[in-house]
């Protein structure tokens, strides 16, 4: 796989670890992740990265569209994401066959912050976790004194909560 990943970046999914620490390795290829919740972080950073390649390579391929490929890297070079939190998990860890990961995912589109809340669902193969599909939810907010889910280091009320 080729991907040119930036050398020492704080990693995309906000663990807090270096990508070459955190995500880097699985988008290079050279382990697979090791939970649901891994591989969610790890698309995330695909897609903060434009590694078009392991988004296509960890869809599973029963749940592909003909024209995934595309429409990935057109989501990934027209969107600025801000921030993941993984709002809950469900089993997703080594020895499961199945995970469910529900996540929010901030991102700007034009002047607006938007969001992506989602529950999906992922399947472990051979070793390998897969992302299958997942269902659209409501938009969802932190409380007002509680951190932005952009990572500013703001309350939600004074960052993307305020009122305009
Ligand atoms: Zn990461
Ligand atoms: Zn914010």
Redesign the pocket.
């Known amino acids: 796989m080729s991907t040119n990943l930036p050398p020492s970046i704080p990693?995309?999914?906000?663990?807090g670890?270096w990508?070459s620490d955190?995500?880097g390795p699985y988008l290079q290829g050279q382990r697979p992740a090791p939970t649901a919740e891994a591989l969610m972080?790890?698309r995330y950073?695909a897609y903060c990265t434009k590694t078009i390649d392991y988004l296509v390579k960890t869809h599973h391929p029963q749940y592909r569209e003909p024209h995934s490929r595309h429409q990935i890297a057109a989501t990934a070079n027209s969107v600025t994401w801000l921030g993941l939190t993984i709002i809950a998990t469900e089993q997703g860890q080594a020895g499961d066959q199945t995970g469910i990961v529900e996540f929010v995912a901030l991102f700007q589109d034009g002047k607006r912050a938007m969001q992506l809340h989602e529950r999906s669902r992922f399947r472990q193969e051979m070793g390998q976790w897969f992302y299958l599909d997942g269902d659209l939810l409501p938009p969802l907010h932190p409380k007002k004194n509680e951190p932005c889910w952009c990572k500013s280091g703001k309350t939600f009320k004074q960052c993307h909560g305020k009122k305009r």
């Open positions: 990693c995309p999914c906000g663990s670890q990508l955190c995500c972080r790890s950073s």
